[in-house]
Each structure stands twice: as C-alpha cells, then as structure tokens.
C-alpha cells in the first residue's frame, strides 16, 4: 500500500524531495546581460580577460596543469570567454581529444571558433549554454574547468546538476575563484562576487561532488583553487 500525501505528493516522493540538493540562491541576471548582447564587442573583453596584470591569465599554464589532463580526454571549459585557455587545455589533451568551450555568450564562442580554427585546433568544439543547464551531453567529459566564473552563476543548483551529468564517473572539477573576506578583499571583489570559498565548496559538495583538496599554485593572490570529484 502506497502512502500519500493530502495534497497529491506519495512518500517516495517527498522522501526525494528531502534528500535532493538545496536551491541555492545565485547571481543576479544582470551579472550577465552585457554578455548576451548579440552586439557585445569582444575585443575589450580579450584586453580586459587575457591581460599579463590579470593573475589567471599570468598563471594560465599552471593552472591548466593542475587538471592534469591526459592525451584523448574531454574537457570542458566552463564560462571560456575569449578563450583564455583553450589553446593550453587542446594542447593537454592532444588532437585525439576534445575542449569544449561553454559559454552564454554567442560572440565570445563565435571569437574562439575563429581563434581555433585559425590555430589548427580541430578538437575545440562551441557550446552555447544558458543560465540553467551547460547543454553538454550526459557523461561526455572527464574533466570541467571553472575559472572565475563559478560567481557569475545565476541559478548554481541546476547548473552544476548539469555540470555533474556531463561528467564521467570519477571525473573531476577543478574550480578557480575569488578570494571573498571582508576586511580584506577588495571592494570590486565584494560587490560582485557573492560567496566566499568555504560557502563555495559547501555548495558544489551539496550538489554531489567530493571536496579533495585545495590546489596550490604559486602567484595566485586573490584566487583559490578547488579540486572535486563526482563520486
């Protein structure tokens, strides 16, 4: 016999709805308008992302290592951008591989097709996500790379649902973020990112990855990074 709720909903169900990850709150739409323009101009964002004074971008070869990613693997880069580091991650994973560049933003992934055409890099694939779902296939990475975008999130719960169903068993996250301490960080830091790095990982673990380890990775001042696995 099947218990059920007054209102319609049966046991099994509420006992899911339980045991699903919390809605976590996440970034105000507006945080992305300006890339989702179809007339966005892309190239102050190259200036303004890949510049030597940013210090992802001074450290972008580090970084990329910290994924230690094998020749023929998937890797997708979420939030790619201008495409900071895809030339480093196509290079990791070898022309038997494949990067797949996710973005919301139309012209940023119309930019890194040209840019890997133009590089000969045949195993760089375009993604147009939206603010909910990567739009990645079900179990086809083994690895996601999430580089100062984490904060620009909208809705983190659905995204990294869909985050951890792209991702193969065993496969791994490496996060890359603000530093958020007040007193501390910068003003700029503190009106647009929102949440600090132990509410971070609070959330992602939330959302069925395992917390393994911060990363260290020399010069890295205002950012940490953050090692998962989806179990």
Do not use: K
Request: glycine share 8%.
């Amino acid at each position: 016999m099947r218990l059920a709720h007054p209102r319609g909903l049966t046991l099994p169900l509420l006992l899911a709805l339980a045991c699903a990850a919390p809605v976590v709150p996440g970034a105000r739409a507006d945080v992305n308008a300006e890339f989702r323009r179809a007339d966005l101009d892309v190239q102050p964002w190259v200036e303004r992302f890949e510049g030597e004074s940013r210090e992802i971008a001074a450290r972008r070869e580090a970084l990329v290592a910290a994924l230690a990613l094998r020749p023929g693997e998937a890797v997708a880069d979420i939030g790619a951008g201008t495409g900071l580091f895809t030339e480093p991650l196509a290079r990791a994973v070898g022309p038997q591989g494949l990067v797949y560049a996710v973005d919301i933003a139309p012209a940023f992934l119309e930019h890194i097709r040209q840019r890997a055409a133009a590089a000969g890099l045949g195993q760089v694939r375009t993604v147009t996500c939206d603010d909910r779902d990567t739009r990645l296939p079900a179990a086809s990475i083994d690895a996601a790379f999430v580089c100062d975008t984490y904060h620009h999130f909208e809705h983190p719960s659905d995204t990294l649902a869909s985050l951890r169903a792209a991702l193969r068993p065993g496969g791994r996250l490496l996060l890359v973020d603000f530093e958020r301490e007040p007193g501390a960080s910068r003003d700029w830091v503190l009106g647009h990112v929102r949440a600090g790095r132990a509410q971070v990982a609070a959330e992602i673990e939330a959302a069925g990855f395992r917390l393994l380890r911060q990363v260290p990775v020399e010069g890295l001042v205002e950012n940490y990074v953050l090692e998962f696995a989806r179990p």
